[in-house]
């Protein structure tokens, strides 16, 4: 079997030619399908010189329908050069996995993003090879952004050979790398265990990390951790003014880049 | 507020019309939309007698479309009474979570199953109001069905208050307790834990098992070890019969059932 890492290229290429480390998280909020796809393309239209790609998620991709109007946003993300991540969060028993990764990929997404909690085997072993198989991406969830993140990714897991406690998020952290994952996310409101997974990961794996704005993440302080691209939503998308809101976030993002170099 | 659990006596009320504890898992391999549905509403009008609930999952909702042709198959489980599960196994942060299982319940769902891993606070929280408030169900991941659910539900948790470590599976059966689920999914493929679930949920939280089948549980040995609803997907939607399949596996439960009495 043949495997590319055409994703994490991608990423960096779109980074490069835009200098920018947002990923715009596009979902608005529950509304008719016409007034969503409009508005959607309306923010993509506006805001896409000032990201680097685009992360739908389940509710946008449901209202749009997927064989339907999200087309329409996918294309247009595709016409700007923006790869898209499908925010999925796949967390089922393998063939079911598998099919919905076949089912977005053929939809168009260039990526996924998966739990780690479900496992390899029968878990997100299909996922992952469908996935390199054709060049798409998987992003595994180490440590995600809200309050309650703690209750699962921090727990602390009892190692019986080496007979101590590890947390949660730390062995997902080496799942991603052993795994080949293209990206782990880690949540911007948790930046000390951004710091931590940076120092597993290293460049082999890239952070992505949630969390910025609306649930009270600091993108500078996240890529000051080691955080290499920040998924940012509605801090953009519900701004008076979706374009200044991102471009200035991506200025600011860039110093704080530009900073630790 | 006022709460109901009115998905939980549903379930039971469906029981003990039809004397089936399957709840049939209609989800077919990935095909063309229009087949999907003419094949899935042909398997529901030939299995409906011999079940007591019908579960779909993403790939089956997206395919058909929510606002679309899925109407058709929930309207269907309607006029047969049968009560519908969506089984999108939400694990998202809160506001997500509770977008979409209000998108779910407008579609006609009634109930959702979540994973506890996600954690309480701006994790389920959002989604246990918004269903118990509607008369809605929500069913708790405590134990999947595939080989690598032993990665992540089974893992040993170090407890930090009490000194010693307790299994993921057992702390996921206390938060379904704490969290008044009205179910907990326990894969038939782990029929111990069946048991030492059953054991801590008692009759306040009814157990579902999935993995009958194709995936190797047995359906009585779950029974025997405590669960009340059996989940079959395969055995009865890729069977050369499925109204055949359905009724032995209704009657052969049934008279496991019968046998504990």
Redesign the interface.
Known sequence: MSVTFAFKHEMEASVKKRRSNVVLAL?L??QK?GELLSKTISILDDVHPFVCAVKL???S???L????HLQKVLTLADDYELPTIM???L????H?NK??A??FFKVGFKAVTA???????????PVFEVAHRNGRGVLILVH?????????YG????D?EAKK?VPQYVIFARKALSWKADGAVVGATFPKRIKEMRDILGDEVPIYSPGVGA?GGRAEEAVRAGARYLIVGRAITLAKEPAEAAKALKSSIARQFSALT
Not at 155 to 158: E, G, P, S
Request: charged share 25%.
């Open positions: 979902d909020p529950l399908r998620g389940y509710h991709v449901l209202t329908g997927p064989f339907d925010d999925c969060k967390n089922d028993v393998g079911v099919a919905m076949d089912l739990n780690p909690f479900i496992g390899w085997e029968e878990g997100l072993q995600m952004s809200h309050e309650g993140a703690a209750e699962g727990r602390l897991i009892w019986q406690a649930q």
